[in-house]
């Protein structure tokens, strides 16, 4: 990892919703191929800002850049060079394996051909294969978030943005996700990952935790645990999280 070379540079970056400040005046920088843990309780702000770095929002003030796009005037260029995969939408379940990742390969603008190749890539290295004809409805639930995440790298993005992928997934699962996650990492894609999961943030080269709006505060989770005297980033979200003063 380059630590020299931001993919993402946010600055005082605020949204507000009439009187409410949901986003305020927050700063911080992303490192090209590193997992970033962007966390913060509900209500804390990180999804408006998260939909903000996706160019589905615009800030009310401040700016920044995602790979190079400004987030204020080239919000669909930023759609187009993104990686995307959320908890509560990711595939369409009515449709087989090979319709979703021709469809989602048709909307990242690749070819027939090229989705063609990736699409037999893909279902070789998941081991898919034999289910490309399967409605991804009937899939098990630890394939479909691997299917989607994989759709989610088919236009192979220097940057992905996963919001919540792990809720309502097992344990076992969950860490079989995230090693699928920290490879892809080592390969030189940059991670951005919300997660309600503390045990997820230590697998994160660093984190940031918002809370009332705001950074509380952003370090690695060893820095973290160290500076909070705590043995698990649980206890550390814990004690930044209880300083909030908004519902």
Known sequence: MN????????????????DFTAVDHISFEVHRG??????????????TAMKILCGLSLPTS??????GYDLC??????????GYMSQKFSL?????????IRLFGGIY?????????KSDEML???????????LVGDLPLGWKQKLAFSIALIHQP???????????????????????????????TTIFVTTHYMDEAEYCDRVSIMVDGVIADLDSPAALKQHYQATDMDTVFRKLAYQAKRE
């Open 92 to 100: 369409y379940a009515d449709l087989k394996v090979w319709e979703n």
């Open 3 to 18: 630590e020299t070379e931001n993919i993402i540079i946010v600055d005082k970056l605020t949204k507000k919703f009439g």
């Open 109 to 117: 603008g690749l070819s027939g051909k090229r989705i063609r190749q």
């Open 34 to 47: 590193e997992i970033f843990g962007f966390l913060g309780a509900n209500g804390a702000g990180k999804t």
């Open 73 to 82: 005037r080239e919000q669909e260029k930023i759609k187009r060079h993104i």
């Open 62 to 67: 401040g700016g920044g850049t995602v790979n």
């Open 158 to 188: 220097a940057i992905v943005f996963l919001d919540e992928p792990t809720g309502g997934v097992d344990p076992e699962t969950r860490r079989l996700f995230w090693d699928l996650i920290c490879e892809t990492a080592e390969g030189g």
């Open 124 to 134: 070789h290295y998941l081991n898919m294969t034999d289910l490309r004809d399967e």
